[in-house]
């Protein structure tokens, strides 16, 4: 079946300008995660959903950050006035059901993301 | 300190060969542990879950140490396709943001 697909795969933007990354997850997965991933470095955990309400928030690095999701299905992550840190892979995952249990997440391939 | 830690290696072995990474963990209410594979320039994927009494799939077989906060990823008989990066995932279930991906070790597999 469909895995998680993201779009656009990659956008180079400038500095200062509005982005918006989207994710469709894998149909019935309740769950969604977007995480960001640095050059070398691990998966940064950004904001969880549980069908469309995101109980945490917590890693969203500041209020140039927001993401929703709509009809449980797809999200959307949007960076405003976007800055060269920006500049990473952006993952989404999905998995059945929440936190409460652990579910196998399953990731699309991500956004690249590069801000001049 | 980091709450998940692993060596960034890389590791550079020989085909054939047994290779085994650590990853430490901060947070004694952890409750479930994984070990995640990532491809350069790919998504990660799930490889294996790690039992309280360690298990076993295939040439794989991971390990749980409560007492030290560590899991063990061991590769028996190496292949050239296990040349990755590989990520340990930490969660406590108190929250999405306690699923904690560690930053990964690299291994790569000569011929």
């Known amino acids: 079946g469909a895995g998680v697909s993201q779009s656009p795969s990659n956008k180079v933007t400038e500095k200062g300008k509005d982005v918006e990354l989207r994710c469709d997850p894998i149909?019935?997965?309740?769950?969604l995660y977007w995480y960001r991933q640095s050059l070398g470095q691990g998966l940064e955990f950004l904001i969880y959903?549980?069908?469309?309400?995101?109980?945490?928030k917590s890693g969203l690095p500041s209020d140039r950050f927001s993401a929703e999701r709509t009809g449980g299905s797809v999200s959307t992550l949007t960076i405003q006035r976007t800055q060269q840190e920006d500049s990473a892979v952006y993952l989404c995952?999905?998995?059945?059901?929440?936190?409460?249990?652990?579910?196998?997440?399953?990731f699309g391939p991500g956004t690249r993301l590069t801000v001049l | 300190r980091k709450e998940v830690e692993q060596d960034p290696g890389p590791f550079n072995v020989p085909e054939g060969a047994t290779v085994a990474f650590n990853c430490t963990y901060s947070?004694?209410?952890?409750?479930?542990f994984f070990w995640y594979r990532q491809d350069c320039r790919k998504e990660p994927k799930l490889l294996m879950s790690?039992?309280?009494s360690g298990n076993e799939d295939g040439r794989f077989t991971a390990q749980l140490n409560r007492a030290s906060q560590y899991i063990s990823l061991l590769i028996r008989d190496s292949k050239l396709s296990d040349s990755a990066t590989y990520l340990c995932v930490v969660n406590s279930y108190s929250s999405a943001s306690k699923i904690i991906f560690g930053s990964g070790t690299r291994l790569s597999i000569r011929p």
């Open positions: 149909s019935g997965h309740t769950a």
């Open positions: 947070n004694s209410a952890s409750q479930s």
């Open positions: 959903f549980q069908g469309n309400s995101a109980p945490d």
């Open positions: 995952a999905s998995s059945w059901t929440g936190t409460s249990s652990y579910n196998e997440q399953f």
């Open positions: 790690v039992y309280s």
